[in-house]
Nanobody, 125 residues
Framework: VQLQASGGGLVRAGDSLKLSCQAS????????MAWFRQAPGKEREFVVA????????YYADSVKGRFTFSRDNAKNTVYLQMDSLKPEDTAVYYC???????????????????WGQGTLVTVSS
């Protein structure tokens, strides 16, 4: 199983970035997919998740209205469109996949089975 994340970079506050995460080795449509992030010295933080069965999407309050999660089952890929970026969005962003996740744990890193390598997003003020 491999999750390959890409798209990070250095941008200015107010700019946009689009992250991608391509999965291989799993039956993609059966998996719940998510993005987490981890800033230096901080714990890994939930950003957004989408349930594989329903397509329902859940966002952290800190990114709601600015970030948009999407998935393309034909390409085994999920995307994170990040608009109106802020310096506090600076972090390494990780995609994650989990097959059996109950709703109460969808925001919990430990609920996910597989992780990508992370892609660094740096937002300057």
């Amino acid at each position: 199983v491999q999750l390959q994340a890409s798209g990070g970079g250095l941008v200015r506050a107010g700019d946009s970035l689009k992250l991608s995460c391509q999965a291989s080795g799993i039956t993609f449509r059966r998996y719940h997919m998510a993005w987490f992030r981890q800033a230096p010295g901080k714990e890994r933080e939930f950003v957004v998740a989408v349930r594989g069965s329903s397509g329902n999407t859940y966002y952290a309050d800190s990114v709601k209205g600015r970030f948009t999660f999407s998935r393309d089952n034909a390409k085994n890929t999920v995307y994170l469109q990040m608009d109106s970026l802020k310096p506090e969005d600076t972090a390494v962003y990780y995609c994650a996949a989990g097959e059996r996740i109950i709703m109460s744990t969808i925001r919990t890193p430990g609920a996910y089975d597989y992780w990508g390598q992370g892609t660094l997003v740096t937002v300057s003020s």
